[in-house]
């Protein structure tokens, strides 16, 4: 305790700084681009298209539009997960037992319009989005034409659309719910949730 000539008696606390959390910005954002897996965006809609300068490219009605987003280091096993769960998910009513969450686009013989999508592995860098954690464009082209094929062999290939890839697109839905599902293929493929897979 101090006192000062003239005025009543005051502690003063001095605080010990403790020393800062030393753990860098860069360590969390290193641990973002640890995420290594394909990711899936899926809307339930009534109808979806894609129009490329002013014409329509494809279109489909009732069905599922799915963005597809592919990380640099994905690999066949990516993709045919992403195919098995996206076609075997299971977003649709059975009218027959009032069931609401019990049949696949695949049982109803809908369509399903896939779409290239790199933003979804954009990371913000500030107010900037950064994109080098998805596949570079050389790779990434053929890398997706696969997965569209895997789509074509493991269902109907007239029901399976897609995008122009690269290409600025104008995707137009009508979400039906709205019912919009995220998929990556590393969180069950990896178990690391200790959750059982059912398909």
Known sequence: MYSISGLPSV????????????TPLHN?????????AMRAVVQRVTSASVEVDGCVVSEIGPGILVLVGIHEADSESDADYICR???NMRLFPNEDTGKGWDLNVMQK???????????????MKGNKPD???AMPPQKAKPFYES???????????????DGVFGAMMKVNLVNNGPVT?????????????????ES
């Open 85 to 87: 769960k996206v076609l």
């Open 109 to 123: 013989n809908y369509g399903v319009l896939l779409v290239s999508q790199f933003t979804l592995y954009g990371i």
């Open 11 to 22: 502690a003063i606390n001095i605080a010990r700084t403790s020393k800062p959390n030393k």
């Open 147 to 161: 997965v569209v094929d895997k789509f074509r062999k493991s269902y109907n290939p007239d029901a399976i659309k």
């Open 131 to 133: 994109f080098h954690v």
């Open 28 to 36: 969390h954002h290193s641990k973002l681009l640890q995420v290594k």
């Open 181 to 197: 599902m995220q998929l990556d293929s590393s969180q069950t493929s990896k178990n690391t949730n200790g959750t059982v897979e």
